[in-house]
């Protein structure tokens, strides 16, 4: 709290489509595994989700989905920031709900038009920081390199940039993650979001499922101490506090605020397609609907004597003072 106030930031997390182009070997949306359903999101879904998020106190809205990089999707993304800021307008948030991108790796032309269309902030995950591990959990088209470039491309455009670890991956080792938050350090990143690893059935990495209790009590510990170590060490970001604590642990979520992180994103994925978004095995809130998934985080933050930041976008304090520093 000395660095970034005990006020915790929230931001309604809609996953609007789960098509994808990646085939990330641990990931249950990969393009391989034909048993999902593939959906995405019409408009009016979006916006009616969007005008909820605002209406919600939320004041800020992630917009997530599967990695493509078609001119139809690329359209249709900037069509939907620029229609969410002007319905998501009003006295409580004069400049609309503020807009965290997540839509994977695109060329500087595509992150610089959905800069201009209102995503201020984006999450790109590096996943693992060990460019020899990061080549172990992804087919060979997809490289560590084009995703540095992705990150520093982004930070060029203006956005505060997010990044972020799974951690107990097969092969990892305590001195990859100690790498992992230098890594963050020497990248000047402002936001973080990291959560353990789970294996998903239908994935290449199924075999690496814990069944073992006393080895997942681990992982669950070190995503904690991680989280720990990166508020120590990093100030003043914002850290999320992920879902995939929660599938670990019934109050995963309130123990990731509890060891340091500031930002919880509460679902508002229409229920209907929140049972086709299972990245991993165990995702908690998917029978849920958006009003249980309001009062359910209200509850939890609050169990953990933690205020919450209502109509507020929740910048990353070490983005402005990253600004500050540039200008001197
Ligand atoms: N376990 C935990 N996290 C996962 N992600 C994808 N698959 C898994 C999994 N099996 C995370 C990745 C990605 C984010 C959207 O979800 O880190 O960047």
Not at 109 to 123: I, P, Q, S
Not at 149 to 164: M, P
Request: hydrophobic share 35%.
């Amino acid at each position: 709290t000395e660095n970034i106030g005990e006020r915790v930031s929230l931001r309604g997390l809609v996953e609007f489509s789960n098509n994808c182009s990646c085939d990330c070997y641990y990931c249950g949306i990969r393009k391989s595994n034909f048993k999902v359903r593939r959906y995405t999101l019409t408009k009016e879904e979006i916006i009616d989700t969007s005008i909820y998020c605002a209406n919600a106190g939320y004041g800020s809205i992630v917009l997530q989905s599967g990695e493509m990089q078609s001119k139809k999707f690329i359209d249709y993304v900037e069509e939907i920031l620029i229609e969410i800021k002007n319905s998501t307008r009003s006295d409580l948030l004069p400049e609309g709900l503020g807009i965290t991108l997540c839509v994977g790796e695109q060329s500087a032309e595509t992150y610089r038009r959905f800069f201009k269309a209102g995503a201020h902030r984006y999450l790109l995950r590096i996943e693992t920081s060990n460019e020899g591990l990061f080549g172990k959990l992804h087919p060979p088209g997809q490289s560590y390199r084009r995703r540095l470039e992705c990150l520093d491309l982004l930070k060029d455009i203006g956005y505060q940039v997010g990044t972020g670890v799974m951690i107990g991956l097969p092969g990892q080792t305590l001195a990859n993650l100690a790498e992992d938050i230098l890594f963050f350090m020497e990248r000047d990143i402002d936001m973080i979001g990291m959560g353990p690893f789970i294996a998903h059935h239908d994935t290449p990495f199924a075999g690496f499922a814990l069944d073992n209790s006393e080895r997942k009590n681990n992982i669950y510990q070190l995503a904690l101490k991680m989280i720990a170590v990166t508020r120590i060490v990093l100030k003043d970001v914002n850290i999320a506090s992920t879902t995939a604590l929660q599938a670990m642990n019934p109050i995963g979520r309130e123990e990731g605020l509890n060891f340091g992180a500031n930002v919880v994103m509460p679902q508002i994925t229409p229920s209907a397609y929140r049972k086709d978004y299972l990245l991993y095995e165990g995702k908690p809130c998917v029978v849920e609907n958006n009003d249980e998934c309001l009062s359910c985080i209200k509850r939890r933050i609050e169990s953990t004597g933690r205020k919450i930041k209502c109509n507020e976008w929740g910048d990353s304090l070490h983005f402005n003072n990253r600004l500050k520093n540039k200008v001197l």
